[in-house]
């Protein structure tokens, strides 16, 4: 079955449907299967600019829980009916602007279905010649804009003090603690699990690890932090929030990159109760949003790729296989069932769609 | 009945006893009566370099709540026995010390008693011919030094931002909101109860206030500061803080400065449940103690007593007479009976003690 589309794109699959998992209810607390709904239409045919993308890997990301979410946040929520909302890598399989060509790779919120209709401009071609596609969901993609810049530009380490991590096997937290090594900075994870933690020091190369699930969280970072915490990079909030804040040296930063402890509660969020600590030790607490440093990412991914080469960064990515595993994959994130960066892949880049 | 020591002090009572309130336990939740004890003893003798000063105005300040607890904090908590901790304003009756002279006039942390044995770098000589001495353990103490830093080094409000200041009615929030006017910010006030309300906008020139005693709080801050918070001075903590931070606007700044509200709790803080709007705005929390300002104290008390002799700003004082009303006069804090200052009259600075 060819159609009129095909003559624009030889590696167009002609004959495919698309796949989606749009959101069917606003969850309350995880997302239960009855939140999403599969549907399947037609591969959208390109309008003049427009680009179609075949997706091959889907970023799992934890901040996904927001924008299921109703209300005031930095991105607006994703609508009920709506294509869920996913950063991605994919192929360009058919497209109506001069800058893309069957067959490129690419990034960008592609959703999580396995076509993609875009404007040219919300599209970052990729070279995945020397670096593999899947890192540019992860290290090279915004995961690692957010280790980099949160912990560089809002954390302001400087060489010698310590810097906190918590999620520390996870995709952001591996990152951030690596890079806090080589900016010359003692780094400390925290993580679920004995597994997480000895990855993190024997692979990783963190100064030390704290198990959250058996640790005095409290009592370990007054051990493996003595000097106290100049920089606390939290991914979790909650009680580990409130561990590092009695914890602070002074005129420390605590860098608010998110709170995936909180993300299912049922009730309001537990705010830190230890706030105040912030007064006694002078230090202040921030948020950021990694798409602010958008103009800023060349910047980030030149460095990170340097990094990677030179193997003064490891990037572990926790691949699931599967498009319809979406809905169990993205609640394992909550689970702590990740080590890396968790990654949906869709098809295989190396088979081209025929 | 003259004592050795009166020939260094005309001005000296050479009889009198000296009366201090000392923190017999720490108080859980409001201070009682039984947590005190009011001891008798002679007037101390000053040794070289030393100096008597006869106190007369005592600063009652929220902060001295969390003084009297044990405990990691930015001072060391008041021992048990110990003369509380007080800041306060008298005059020299005895001095072993060069620059200080018995009917000198000086500030310092004096204690809650009647006559304080100072070392001399522990003074400041203040000059209360212009300007009313009881001013100096106000505007011109380390409260207006609170407002000033605090808002000024912390805040960093523009020209056209909004303010809002909570505690707006007490001694350092009549402060921050007539000074955000000066710097040309729209100044909205929190307070409890509308004479306090009518206070701060009628008297002090506030742009609003919002009387959170009967207001909802979130829902006035969105009429009142339409386009968003852009500082919030808070001194109360608890729910006021979580409602100022529904509405930040993007790159807001908190400043940490108290709360008030949750001092006596027997739990532990409630912490800001809505502390990551904070990364929802990109906005950021800091904590800071005026002490560390004090090599600037300078530089703040010339602007502070230019403006208050240009009558740009306008400090209020609510004055409670008499030494033994000291532990009710602290707790009166808490129940937020006082309009501006709160400040302890032990002896009347026009009547030389003889």
Same sequence: chains 1, 2.
Avoid at 100 to 111: E, K, N
Avoid at 160 to 185: D, E, H
């Amino acid at each position: 079955m060819s159609r009129p589309g095909g003559v624009l794109s030889p590696l167009r699959k002609t004959s495919s449907m698309n796949r989606q998992f749009r959101l069917a209810a606003r969850p309350v607390g995880l997302p239960k299967s009855s939140d999403w709904e599969l549907t399947t239409e037609p591969v959208p045919e390109p309008a003049e600019g427009q680009v179609v993308v075949q997706v091959l890997y889907i970023s799992l990301d934890p901040a996904m829980r927001g924008w299921m979410n109703a209300g005031r946040s930095y991105i607006p929520p994703v609508e009920i009916g709506a294509v869920m909302r996913a950063l991605g890598a994919g192929r360009v399989v058919n497209s109506r602007h001069p800058g893309f060509a069957p067959g490129d790779f690419v990034t960008g919120a592609l959703g999580v279905q396995e076509y993609a209709l875009m404007d040219a401009k919300e599209l970052t071609k990729v070279d995945p010649g020397a670096i593999p596609l899947e890192s540019y969901v992860s290290v090279l993609g915004p995961t690692g804009m957010t280790a980099y810049f949160g912990l560089l530009d809002v954390g302001r380490p400087e060489p010698g003090q310590t810097v906190v991590v918590s999620g520390a096997a996870g995709a952001v937290g591996m990152l951030v603690g690596q890079i806090a090594k080589i900016k010359g900075c003692r780094a400390v994870g925290i993580a679920g699990g004995a597994d997480k933690c000895r990855y993190i020091v024997d692979e990783l190369g963190f100064d030390a690890a704290i198990d959250y699930k058996s640790d005095n969280v409290a009592k370990a970072l007054r051990e493996h932090a003595p000097g106290g915490i100049d920089v606390y990079f939290d991914n979790v909030g909650g009680d580990v929030l409130d561990a590092c804040l009695l914890n602070l040296a002074r005129r420390a930063r605590v860098v608010l990159c998110g709170a995936i402890s909180q993300y299912n509660n049922t009730a309001p969020a537990k705010g830190p109760s230890n706030y105040m600590m912030l007064l006694v030790t002078r230090s202040r607490m921030e948020g950021f949003v990694v798409f602010d440093y958008a103009a800023r990412y060349a910047e980030g991914g030149r460095e990170l790729a340097a990094w990677l080469r030179e193997g003064r960064i490891k990037s572990r990515e926790h691949i699931v296989e599967g498009f319809e595993a979406f809905p169990d994959a993205v609640n394992s994130l909550f689970a702590g069932a990740n080590t890396g960066k968790l990654i949906l892949k869709v098809a295989d880049p190396k088979v081209a769609s025929a």
